[in-house]
């Protein structure tokens, strides 16, 4: 049986009336529809009780949530190519993987449409997105066991037979496969359609973690309780930072190259403050996130360097999208939201187009052999270091986005706009562009849904080519009926 929501606005319950600013569009860019998955939904996974939260202790709280909970799912969406079919994929499950039992990594096929034959923004309270769960599946390793979003679940004897998944981005293959990274690793790994790991593909060293004491796993310095920092720099001092790994995961429209992309500068590219308690995490401060290049025919890497905007307010990279072979949307954000209160003003929720190729007359450097890099954009350019060049392509604080009479996007859009994914081309020639959030399984804030018509002339989309459909026809006309 199929699960199917009419997407709500929410904005009248959660904020007053609006008053608007006259603003201009972004060039090419239009908002054609906004909408909310429901927090309340339930995913087709056919679990039974609920999952809880722990405390400190590692003790069962009374904060529990039903296993079959549908959320997360903004942290990412890749479309299959065929038939308005979306791959949604959540991260690590509730309270931030520290949970009674280990929650079951999944992924969701979804059905999702913009019904564009009646004027938007609405006057009233209304959607015209539509979603439609279709499937859920369990993510599985190669011996038939699930993937859980347990930070502990790693194995101390193989680094390789870890069941710790964290994924985070995911895009589709032209083979009928499909890529996720792994923001525990980080890694990438794939699957195929049922779920069932294929292969690991290994990153270079520098974006793992190095403990300097304990087990080395490969993937962490073994945590021994729920109160364990895994990444104070007594335990590391190279790669990623706490939570903050490979955020974001495209191909190329040839299904050639995997570029990743992390969500904030790796720990030795000058990413912390150092000088503090060696056993604190300290705070954030580098402003140079590294892009991950994988060629999937030669296993050849390259890597390139994006400067973020700024680093306070939980601000860094979620998500990347191939527009073709060179370019790229990369999607920063900020962690606030007036869903968190009045004072709680997002400053940050942007789409940046980037080209790894050019950088006017200068070629991109690639920064593979480079084992530190500087902390600013400043720092790079003494180096004679080229970043990728960034332009604003789309920013969803613009008061032009007006999601109905009364309110903007601003007004109520959430804390974690996580996903982005290419839609089918719409009737009269425009792109279309979902960009959705990340709702970490709350059971009171629905998963946000945005729909943009972007103009041929803005980008010079290359369509990936996927001939076979990832989800069963079939099984598609049978659930919809």
């Known amino acids: 049986m199929k699960h199917s929501w009419l997407a709500t606005a929410t904005a009248a319950v959660l904020l007053g009336s609006s008053v608007f600013i006259s603003a201009a569009a972004d060039p090419g860019v239009t908002l054609i529809g906004s909408g909310i998955v429901p927090a309340s ?26 296993k079959r909970t549908l959320g997360g799912f903004g942290s990412g969406l890749a479309y299959t190519g065929h038939d308005n079919v979306f791959l949604a994929v959540p991260d690590r499950g509730p309270f931030d993987g520290r949970t009674d039992v280990p929650y079951l990594d999944r992924f969701h096929f979804m059905q999702i449409t913009v019904d564009t034959s009646a004027p938007f923004p609405p006057t009233t309270q209304a959607s015209n997105i539509n979603v439609v769960l279709l499937d859920t599946r369990f993510f599985m390793d190669n011996g038939n066991r699930n993937f859980v979003g347990d930070a502990y679940a790693f194995s ?20 009928g496969t499909f890529f996720v990274s792994d923001e525990y690793g980080p890694y990438v790994r794939q699957f195929n359609r049922m779920g069932h790991l294929l292969q690991r593909l290994p990153v270079p060293s ?9 087990t080395q796993t490969g993937d962490i310095n073994n945590p021994t309780d729920a ?18 790994g490979m955020e974001g995961l495209t191909i190329t429209p040839d299904g050639r190259t995997l570029v990743g992309i992390m969500q904030n500068a790796l720990i030795q590219d000058n990413g912390l403050v150092t000088g503090l308690d060696p056993d604190i995490v300290p705070g954030r401060r580098g402003l140079v996130n590294r892009i991950l290049t994988i060629d999937l025919q030669t296993s050849e890497t390259h890597e390139y360097a994006y400067v973020v905007d700024a680093i306070n307010q939980g601000r860094g990279v979620n998500e990347i999208l191939a527009i073709n072979d060179h370019e790229f949307l990369v999607l920063e954000r900020d962690n606030r939201t007036f869903l968190a209160g009045p004072t709680n003003d997002p400053r940050l929720k942007r789409i940046y187009k980037i080209d790894l190729k050019k950088n006017g007359v200068n070629d991109v450097t ?17 180096q004679g270091i080229v970043p990728v060049p960034k332009t604003l392509f789309l920013d969803m604080l613009n ?13 109520v859009i959430a804390e974690k706009i996580e996903g982005m994914a290419w839609g089918p081309d719409l ?42 459909p990832l989800f069963s026809p079939g099984q598609l006309k049978k659930t919809l009926q």
């Open 399 to 411: 008061d032009a986005y007006k999601v109905d009479a009364t309110h903007t996007i601003k007004s």
């Open 156 to 175: 101390t004897a193989d680094p390789l037979d870890t069941l710790r998944f964290d994924p985070e981005g995911v895009i589709v293959s032209p083979d």
């Open 41 to 66: 939904a339930l995913d087709a996974s056919g679990l039974t009780g609920v999952i809880c939260a722990l405390d400190i202790d590692k003790n069962a709280t009374n904060t529990c949530i039903d």
């Open 206 to 214: 520098k974006f793992l973690l190095d403990p300097q004491t304990g």
């Open 366 to 382: 690639d920064v593979s052999d480079i084992a530190n890099l500087p902390e600013t954009a400043n720092g790079l350019a003494l």
């Open 227 to 244: 109160a364990s920092l895994e990444l104070t720099p007594n335990n590391n001092s190279t790669g990623r930072q706490a939570n903050r």
């Open 427 to 468: 009737s009269d020639g425009r792109h279309l562009l979902f960009v959705i959030s990340d709702n970490d399984l709350s059971t009171t804030i629905g998963t946000q849904i945005y729909a943009f018509a972007i103009a041929p002339s803005t980008v010079d989309l290359q369509p990936q080519q996927l001939p076979e």
